[in-house]
């Protein structure tokens, strides 16, 4: 069983998952929202809709930084700290690409070239300003699990295949 994200449910401690497992998740792609509705409200609510997406991505981050405190209390200082450094990073890029910077992004795209072609074939003011946001919302459901794998692919071929041998190291300098 997958979650709304795509990723396994349930997690590693056997427990349902808030921030990935839930409608929480969703709170993650208020900016797409924004995006989607950007003809039609002003840019302070829209750069609001991405402050929303980016508390949850502390959020999220926070709670897995805690999750690597309680599961390695009993390792070394060295290895705790190295643990959550991982969980914290890992989940704020993971949650930074794949909630906020890539969706928002291409919503925001949607909307643009839609308004544009709207715009050239002299379409109505009504439809010019209505229609894009019609779209980016259509959008949204199409894109959330290709970009949510896009991010998990990036992640294990960069930093997730740099952590192990970095957290080697670390804990092996000095001791």
Same mark, same amino acid.
């Given at each position: ?28 792609? !208020? ?36 999750? !690597? ?105 000095? !001791?």
């Amino acid at each position: 069983q997958t979650t709304m994200s795509g990723h396994k449910k349930p997690s590693e401690d056997g427990k349902v998952d808030i921030y990935r497992d839930t409608w929480v998740r969703y709170v993650g792609y !208020a900016n797409e929202l924004g995006e989607a509705f950007r003809p039609l409200i002003p840019a302070p609510a829209v750069w609001g809709s991405y402050g929303i997406s980016s508390i949850y991505v502390l959020a999220d981050t926070y709670d897995k930084v805690q999750k !690597a405190e309680k599961k390695f209390s009993k390792a070394s200082p060295k290895e705790r700290f190295v643990e959550k450094v991982e969980a914290g990073v890992d989940t704020c890029l993971w949650q930074g690409l794949a909630s906020v910077i890539i969706p928002g992004f291409t919503i925001h795209q949607v909307v643009h070239y839609s308004k544009k072609a709207l715009s050239t074939v002299k379409a109505p003011v009504v439809a010019v300003r209505s229609v894009p946001t019609v779209c980016g919302l259509g959008a949204i459901p199409f894109i959330v699990h290709p970009i949510d794998s896009l991010v998990d692919f990036m992640l294990d071929h960069t930093t997730r295949s740099w952590a192990s041998p970095l957290k080697k190291w670390y804990t092996k300098k000095d !001791a």
